[in-house]
Each structure stands twice: as C-alpha cells, then as structure tokens.
C-alpha cells in the first residue's frame, strides 16, 4: 500500500511539474471531449525482455499511463527480440513504424552527432547535474531541436548514474596497451578510444556475452554492478575498470510527433508525467541495484579486480576527448550549441558538487 500511495504521490506532483515544460507541449489538436475514445500506441525498445531494469522503465510507464489515464492510453511495449532491431529505434520512429521507442540516443552518431550529449559525453556531467541540465538548464529545448528534424518528440527516459569503465581481459598499463584492442563502445568515447589505435564498435546488449567469450572482442563497457554481474562477463574478463566515458548516461523516450499531436491534450499531459516518473524509478533503482550487486560481487566474484586506469592514460584519453570535441564543435553550429551550453552548466554545478556530496564524502569515510 505505502508503495501505490507514494506513486500516486510522485505522479500527481509530477502532473503539475511537466505541464511547466512548454517546449514539450504539443498542441493537444484530437478532440479532448473524446472523453471515452481509446487510444493505442506502439513502443520499441531497444533492450531485451529480461534486461532489467532498462526493459523495466517503459513497461512501467505503459502500465501507469493506462491506469492515470482510465485505461484511454494503452502502449504496448515490443522489446528487441520481436522487433528485431535494437539499435535501429529511432529509424522505426521517425518512419512511423513505431509510434515511440526507449533507447539511448548515443547509439545513433552516425544518423545525427547531435543526438550523442542527451545521452553522455566523456568527462561529462554526472547523472545530477544532466538531469539538472536537462530539465531546468535548457537541455529539453535543445534536444527538441534536435529530434524535430526526425519527426521525433523526446524525453528523458532514466539515468544509468556514473558507469563503469568496462571489462578487460588484458590489464591497461598505457595507452599504448589500447592499440589493437576490440571493444565494445558506443557514442563519442568510442571516436576518443579510436585515437589510441583501438577498435570500438557497438553492439546490442543481448549479444555482449558470446562476443566477449568468442574473442570477437577484447573488452566491453556495458553499465555497472546492477546490470553486468549477471550478464556474466566476470567469468571471461576478470579486470574491472572505473568509468570515465559515461559519468550519468541518460536513457529516452522518443515519439512521433505526429502520434502524439493526435492525442488529446490531457492524454499527452499524462504520457508525459508517466515517462517522468518512470524514468525517475530506473534511475533510483539503478542505485540501489548497484549497491547491491557490488556487495554480492565481492563474494560471489572474488577473482574480479576493480581498478582505475592510471592517471598517464586518463589524461590522455581527456587530452583526446577535448581536441576532437574542439574540432566537433567548429565544425558543427548545433554540437556548438550544444556542448557550450552543457560544459557552462557543469561548471557551476560542479563548483556546488564539489562542495557538496565529494565533500561530505572525504570527510566522512
């Protein structure tokens, strides 16, 4: 019971706080007085129907518009394995093809490079300050700019938190240990650890394990404690590294715009609030679950060695980040905009964090 009246809760305050954000209303063109009109949707999703507590978070909002919404809005949630296309979501948006998809936007340069900073940059916000960026630091303005090009409404979707910085076979001394090295890396780090002579590629979730086992790659970044132990890869790759490439990689809904200008003006009210509060749970029990998964790993997984690159190859690697960003931006007026406008906000925010939680947290190991 106390779980159901503290969702009732978070979402009536929600209701209030995302009809504040303007440049996400549509226009609300359907006919409101359809009072009893019921309307479906389709969501792809990039992940796998087992892949907790990604698959999760568009599962729950579907369940919660439903219910807000007297059962008018039903979304039906296809994972990848009935689609068939995990990384090719935001195509199956913009097409029409899928009313809307849960996904990372980094998995997309290729199609658009803007579509990497709404997920994560190296060396980048933590999950904190993202969403602060995002929700009051004109984040959601500038990935609306972004995506309408696409068709495409978005919105936030859950943040991973600061992820780890992969599973290696081999130990990383230099940065000369990257040379050769398959990885399995996706958005702007993999263009960084492409300098250093390694080979990045991206490969869906669902097929990390069997790559890594058979050699078809060297090593992966996936998430952290609350999803890679159990995708098993301590027992082929026994090195564990910290993050750097994704401090706080946020997840999003995507939607076509023309599937949600049909929808009545309360319905789209409530789509939103449901993806919010969604959203925010993935994020929260991102937390917990790697709480909880680094404990269990230190029993059940004692051969594995968390280390952290050492500071020579760090500083590389973010020598590298800062050129290429710097040639990304004079070449691109969006990525400019884009980029100055994240790093303004997370100097402030940092200046607060540092002063704040890192503080608090040297002081009181």
Same mark, same amino acid.
């Given at each position: 019971?106390l779980k159901k009246?503290?969702?009732?809760?978070?979402?009536?305050?929600?209701?209030?706080?995302?009809?504040?954000?303007?440049?996400?209303?549509?226009?609300?063109?359907?006919?409101?007085?359809?009072?009893?009109?019921?309307?479906?949707?389709?969501?792809?999703?990039?992940?796998?129907?087992?892949?907790?507590?990604?698959?999760?978070?568009?599962?729950?909002?579907?369940?919660?518009?439903?219910?807000?919404? $007297?059962?008018?809005?039903?979304?039906?949630?296809?994972?990848?394995?009935?689609?068939?296309?995990?990384?090719?979501?935001?195509?199956?948006?913009?097409?029409?093809?899928?009313?809307?998809?849960?996904?990372? =936007?980094?998995?997309?340069?290729?199609?658009?490079?803007?579509?990497?900073?709404?997920?994560a940059m190296p060396?980048?916000?933590?999950?904190?300050?993202?969403?602060?960026?995002?929700?009051?630091?004109?984040?959601?303005?500038?990935?609306?700019?972004?995506?309408?090009?696409? !068709?495409?409404?978005?919105?936030?979707?859950?943040?991973?938190?600061?992820?780890?910085?992969?599973?290696?076979?081999?130990?990383? !001394?230099?940065?000369?240990?990257?040379?050769?090295?398959?990885?399995?890396?996706?958005?702007?780090?993999?263009?960084?650890?492409?300098?250093?002579?390694?080979?990045?590629?991206?490969?869906?979730?669902?097929?990390?394990?069997?790559?890594?086992?058979?050699?078809?790659?060297?090593?992966?970044?996936?998430?952290?404690?609350?999803?890679?132990?159990?995708?098993?890869?301590?027992?082929?790759?026994?090195?564990?590294? =910290?993050?750097?490439?994704?401090?706080?990689?946020?997840?999003?809904?995507?939607?076509?715009?023309?599937?949600?200008?049909?929808?009545?003006?309360?319905?789209?009210?409530?789509?939103?609030?449901?993806?919010?509060?969604?959203?925010?749970?993935?994020?929260?029990? =991102?937390?917990? @679950?790697?709480?909880?998964?680094?404990?269990?790993?230190?029993?059940?997984?004692?051969?594995?060695?968390?280390?952290? @690159?050492?500071?020579?190859?760090?500083?590389e690697l973010k020598?590298? $980040?800062?050129?290429?960003?710097?040639?990304?931006? $004079?070449?691109?007026?969006?990525?400019?905009?884009?980029?100055?406008?994240?790093?303004?906000?997370?100097?402030?925010?940092? $200046?607060?964090?540092?002063?704040?939680?890192?503080?608090?947290?040297?002081?009181?190991?």
């Amino acid at each position: 019971m106390l779980k159901k009246i503290t969702l009732v809760v978070a979402t009536t305050l929600l209701v209030t706080a995302c009809g504040s954000n303007s440049e996400t209303a549509g226009s609300g063109s359907a006919d409101s007085g359809q009072s009893d009109k019921v309307y479906k949707l389709k969501l792809a999703a990039t992940w796998g129907p087992t892949l907790t507590p990604f698959i999760d978070a568009s599962q729950n909002m579907a369940k919660m518009a439903e219910e807000m919404s $007297n059962g008018r809005l039903k979304i039906q949630v296809d994972p990848s394995n009935k689609h068939k296309s995990p990384l090719g979501i935001l195509d199956l948006v913009k097409s029409g093809q899928y009313d809307m998809g849960h996904t990372a =936007t980094y998995y997309y340069k290729g199609k658009d490079l803007a579509t990497i900073p709404f997920t994560a940059m190296p060396f980048g916000m933590t999950s904190t300050e993202q969403q602060g960026w995002m929700y009051y630091g004109g984040g959601l303005e500038l990935m609306q700019k972004v995506f309408k090009p696409h !068709n495409i409404v978005a919105f936030p979707g859950g943040n991973t938190g600061m992820q780890m910085g992969g599973w290696f076979k081999k130990e990383i !001394n230099t940065v000369d240990d990257f040379k050769g090295l398959k990885m399995r890396i996706p958005g702007f780090a993999g263009e960084v650890i492409a300098e250093t002579g390694a080979v990045p590629t991206t490969i869906p979730g669902g097929e990390l394990y069997t790559a890594l086992d058979r050699g078809t790659i060297d090593a992966l970044e996936w998430v952290g404690p609350s999803m890679d132990i159990k995708m098993g890869f301590h027992k082929i790759a026994p090195y564990y590294y =910290t993050g750097w490439h994704e401090p706080g990689a946020e997840l999003h809904y995507l939607v076509n715009d023309k599937a949600y200008d049909k929808l009545p003006a309360d319905l789209q009210q409530i789509l939103k609030t449901a993806m919010r509060v969604s959203a925010d749970d993935m994020s929260v029990r =991102t937390q917990h @679950m790697n709480a909880e998964f680094l404990a269990q790993m230190k029993t059940e997984a004692p051969n594995v060695q968390i280390k952290t @690159m050492p500071p020579a190859v760090l500083n590389e690697l973010k020598a590298i $980040n800062d050129r290429l960003v710097g040639d990304m931006v $004079n070449e691109s007026p969006m990525m400019k905009e884009i980029i100055e406008s994240q790093q303004a906000y997370q100097t402030k925010a940092r $200046n607060w964090g540092k002063l704040a939680d890192y503080q608090y947290i040297k002081d009181n190991q």
